[in-house]
């Protein structure tokens, strides 16, 4: 999909069974039952009202409110920890927005994600930086897409184009721009396919491969959805959490949900922190060992699951990988 350099909206007459396809996709179970199912599914989603994503952004830095307060940034301030960076500047370039020493590692066209989840609908950010001023967007190739163990599904814009929104605001160094684009998907169609990962690679280069890419990690614990980031590299980690010497990455487990939604079995004011092991690496997804789990102070929810995390395994979708890194 070329990102636009303006907002868009979406129209509520949009074709809404490409994610009827996708469900199908994603089970790998193309049943009488199955399909009956998403015929219901896709034929439920015309009746949402007031269009898909552009929530409150109070303080216009381009991420709506619900997301900054799962995230823990300031709902008033465009850059939340004073770096002259802003909030979504700095997730496109794969910083964290509150800590003021963290900062973009390099000047390069970047692409961040993360997502939340508000009234049963998935909110998929996926935000591009561009350092210099864009005379053809069409030079911009953005791909999209799912990956489990079983596999990998990539998208079609024709597919998620209907669903998505675009925003733009000018980047922080002269010229450069930042395009968020928020896809919206029913998260019914997650909720039996096991851990998972929404991507994205990007390139400016056309038939070049991919420069950069990002990918969110995201698991359901205790019956809430979750993002399960690296807490050296993550947008979303513990804020100043420094992790110790395990050989494998240390993760963060972030309930997706805004704060109305958190089962009372969570406790706020934490996170679950966890060290790992790499255990093994197969077609881009790095499998790792679980060796300590610990609720930590930050500013989210630890799930009730936390404690008792320890010597599981979980799989983890490589970026790099993803660009033949």
């Known amino acids: ?13 949009a074709p809404r069974r490409p994610w009827g396809a996708l469900a199908l996709v994603l089970s790998g179970v193309a049943t009488v039952a199955a ?9 439920a989603e015309p009746a949402r009202a007031n269009g898909l994503g ?21 709902l008033a301030s465009f850059d939340t920890d004073g770096d002259g960076i802003g909030d979504m500047e700095e997730v496109a370039r794969q910083s964290d927005p509150r800590d003021d020493l963290s900062l973009p590692a390099t000047e390069a066209i970047s692409v961040g994600q993360s997502a939340y989840v508000e009234d049963g609908w998935f909110h998929l ?31 079609l814009p024709q597919h998620y184009a209907p669903f998505t929104q675009q925003f733009m605001l000018g980047g922080a160094q002269s010229g450069s721009v930042v395009v968020r684009l928020e896809t919206t998907v029913p998260a019914a169609i997650f909720e039996s396919i096991g851990p998972f990962a929404f991507f994205a690679t990007l390139t400016d280069q056309p038939g070049t491969g991919p420069k950069t890419a ?4 995201i698991e359901r614990v205790a019956g809430v959805f979750a993002t399960v980031e690296r807490s050296s590299t993550s947008v979303i980690a513990p804020r100043n959490y420094s992790p110790g010497g395990s050989s494998g990455p240390h993760l963060s487990v972030r309930p997706m949900v805004v704060s109305e939604e958190i089962p009372v079995a969570f406790t706020a004011g934490q996170i679950c922190v966890q060290t790992t092991t790499e255990v093994g ?18 500013d ?10 320890v010597g599981n395994t979980k799989e983890l979708v490589d970026p790099l990988a993803l660009i033949g890194g």
């Not at 399909?35 to 034929?43: C, G, I, R, S």
């Not at 690496?281 to 930050?298: K, M, R, T, W, Y």
């Open 1 to 13: 999909m070329k990102p636009v350099p303006h907002a868009s909206a979406v129209s509520e007459a």
């Open 35 to 43: 399909a009956a199912w998403v015929h219901a599914l896709a034929a």
């Open 54 to 74: 552009g929530g409150v952004d109070t303080d216009l830095d381009g991420l709506v409110d619900a997301f900054e307060s799962i995230m823990g940034t300031d």
């Open 125 to 155: 950010l996926t935000v591009v930086y561009v350092p210099y001023a864009v005379t053809n967007w069409g030079n911009l190739d953005l791909g999209l897409g799912f990956k489990t163990v079983a596999g990998q599904v990539e998208l």
């Open 214 to 217: 990002a990918a969110t990690n």
């Open 281 to 298: 690496f197969s077609n881009g997804v790095i499998e790792v060992l679980i060796d300590s789990s610990n609720c930590e102070p930050a």
């Open 300 to 309: 989210a929810y630890c799930n009730p699951n936390c404690p008792f995390e």
